[in-house]
């Protein structure tokens, strides 16, 4: 419903890219949040960004979804440059934070269709995969209640149903399944599988490293705002030379040995 | 969608979700309720007695005013105006930075300047509203004493209220552009509680001039009614 002209413009996306390109990208508060960092995620891919609390995953991911102003870089949404295309970009990504916002007074029906009017779909088109992604997340039964007496976990899944009604191209997802119960979280993965599966390209950050191991096709692991590692399990294992360790054993080596270089 | 259609169904939501925060205030339990509405009919009757007490002796105001009474007035309508002063850099801070439905807004395709502007519009009126509300029982008083041509006193309160949010809302961005958005909250925190304080010791200093002045009044006229000891007012006329 507030739709802006500029959003379909094919001319500003380039064909057979990436799904997000960063280059360079840095944010310093008291010191340097994200530190030159380059990224590729390719599309339809699953995408996992591991690191230490303090690594600076969200704020890299909050300047892709253009919440947060890089002091420096690029960053690339299926060829669109974010920087000076930002109302393009936003129209094709969605972007979940780590405790997101539901308003307590709308139903979760009410909620998506908030949503969708944002990115400018009419409530008669996006009634129709909101119930889908709704029941989908096994909300059915609280289709017209209010949010306010909603647990964590429903919150979380109203949230991701927020992003996901205007299907979109790139979904960001900050620890997304935190506080959730075994159950919901199932719920979330199937849901998530099902949209990488369509085609779709999922960037997330999780502190579950078997998640990341079940579910990424890639796996990047941040640290002091630097990639200091990427790519498949198995191109993990490979790069740091530990044959058949879990993700957890290579996770820990690789951030100790960032830590003493560092030091 | 035309600008001025996204304008109204944002502030469609907005008021839908103002409107459903208000309700559930209001309607808690019934009890609640009930205590609710005795408590606001209470605070609207008790703040007419300030409000006579403080304005009732201005009701037969006529021009050309003198001026103690313009530097009363100017000093009544500046300290009502940094109060909402104070409330509307609050409020905006709140807006600009602390709404936790920003993230979501902010990352979506919606034009900004379409949700910045209703949602500086509904602190205009809210500050405007709550100024309204306050008032109300001085300009009752005013109009009892002196007649339905200080209904317009009410235009009065209205332009303060609209210029305070104007002038909240340039005082904030500028903030925001000089020390950053997590500064500027707290500064602007400070600036309402100086600001509010400031409001509350200027009503202590009237409050302590006029009533000792009509203490000594008062104290006059025992003394001349013959309860005070001989030798004072009395026997000095």
């Known amino acids: 419903m507030v739709r802006n002209e500029q959003l379909d413009r ?26 030159a960092l380059d990224l590729t995620v390719r599309t339809g891919e699953f995408y996992a960004l591991l690191g230490p609390n303090g690594a600076g995953k969200t704020t890299t991911l909050r300047m892709v979804a253009g919440l947060l102003k890089p002091d420096a870089g690029s960053v690339s949404i299926l060829g669109i440059d974010a920087l000076a295309h930002p109302v393009a970009a936003k129209q094709i990504m969605a972007w979940v934070s780590d405790e ?22 009419d409530p008669a088109i996006s009634s129709a995969s909101a119930h889908k992604l709704l029941l989908s997340l096994g909300l ?77 096709d890639r ?26 360790s879990s993700l957890e054993d290579m996770f820990i080596a690789l951030v100790d040995t960032n830590a003493a270089a560092a030091a | 969608m035309s600008s001025a259609a996204a304008l109204s169904w944002f502030a469609r939501h907005e008021i839908r979700l103002a409107w459903r925060e208000w309700l559930a205030m209001m309607t808690g339990s019934r009890g609640k309720r009930k205590r609710a509405i005795i408590a606001l009919i209470a605070f609207a009757a008790i703040m007419h007695l300030p409000a006579y007490a403080v304005i009732g002796r201005f009701a037969d105001l006529q021009f050309p005013l003198g001026k103690p009474e313009l530097i009363v007035i100017t000093a009544t309508i500046f300290l009502a105006w940094a109060l909402m002063l104070s409330q509307a850099i609050e409020s905006v801070t709140r807006v600009f930075y602390a709404r936790a439905d920003l993230d979501l807004i902010m990352s979506s395709p919606a034009n900004l300047a379409n949700v910045f502007s209703v949602r500086i519009a509904a602190i205009a009126l809210a500050v405007t509203g709550m100024a309204l509300l306050l008032s109300t029982p001085f300009v009752d008083v005013l109009v009892i004493g002196g007649g339905v041509r200080w209904l317009s006193a009410f235009g009065l309160v209205v332009a303060i209220g609209l210029s305070a949010a104007a002038v909240a809302i340039a005082i904030t961005v500028l903030l925001f552009r000089l020390i950053g958005p997590s500064h500027t909250r707290l500064v602007a925190q400070i600036v309402a509680a100086v600001i509010g304080a400031g409001f509350v010791i200027a009503l202590q200093v009237a409050a302590v001039r006029y009533g000792g002045r009509r203490a000594r009044q008062s104290a006059t006229a025992r003394c001349c009614h013959g309860y005070w000891p001989a030798g004072c007012c009395c026997s000095a006329s």
């Open chain 1, 10 to 35: 094919p001319e500003i996306m380039k064909a057979d890219v990436s799904a997000l390109e960063v280059r360079g990208l840095t944010k310093r508060f008291d010191r340097p949040a994200v530190d």
């Open chain 1, 100 to 121: 997101p916002m539901i308003y307590d007074k709308l139903t979760p029906l009410e909620y998506l269709e908030f949503v969708a009017g944002l990115w400018g779909i």
């Open chain 1, 140 to 216: 059915e039964p609280h289709l017209h209640e209010r949010c306010e007496r909603f647990s964590k976990g429903m919150r979380q899944k109203v949230a991701l149903a927020g992003a996901l009604v205007h299907d979109p191209r790139l979904i960001i997802l900050d620890e997304p399944l935190t506080g959730l119960d075994a159950l919901s979280a199932r719920h979330v993965k199937g849901l998530l599988q099902e949209r990488v599966r369509s085609g779709c390209t999922v960037i997330m950050t999780t502190h579950i490293l078997e998640v990341a191991e079940r579910m990424a």
């Open chain 1, 219 to 244: 796996i990047g692991v941040i640290a002091a705002g630097r990639l200091v590692a990427e790519g498949t399990l198995t191109e993990l294992r490979q790069q740091n030379g530990r044959g058949d």
